[in-house]
């Protein structure tokens, strides 16, 4: 028995939710604007620069991991003011 298909049936897909937690090259793929490098660079320089008490930076272990919203909003706060 087949039924026809109501519109609560064909509701549009749920929004994309991009992870919290991600690695290097994760993030610079989800922000294409970043690239491996520089996020590297960041991270290499991450006591001087700030990053590392922004609370993006996570160890696991021997992994460096980054919250993701944590490091956007420190990017943002070195935007140079014109």
């Given at each position: 028995?087949?039924t026809?298909?109501?519109?609560?049936?064909?509701?549009?897909?749920?929004?994309?939710?991009?992870?919290?937690?991600?690695?290097?090259?994760?993030?610079?793929?989800i922000?294409?604007?970043?690239?491996?490098?520089?996020?590297?660079?960041?991270?290499?320089?991450?006591?001087?620069?700030?990053?590392?008490?922004?609370?993006?930076?996570?160890?696991?272990?021997?992994?460096?991991l980054?919250?993701?919203?944590?490091?956007?909003?420190?990017?943002?706060?070195?935007?140079?003011?014109?």
């Amino acid at each position: 028995m087949q039924t026809e298909a109501t519109a609560d049936d064909r509701a549009a897909p749920a929004p994309v939710v991009l992870p919290t937690y991600v690695t290097v090259p994760q993030l610079a793929k989800i922000e294409p604007a970043l690239g491996v490098g520089a996020i590297r660079d960041d991270l290499f320089h991450r006591k001087r620069n700030g990053l590392e008490a922004s609370g993006a930076v996570i160890y696991r272990g021997r992994r460096i991991l980054l919250h993701r919203e944590r490091y956007l909003g420190w990017l943002d706060s070195r935007r140079a003011v014109a």
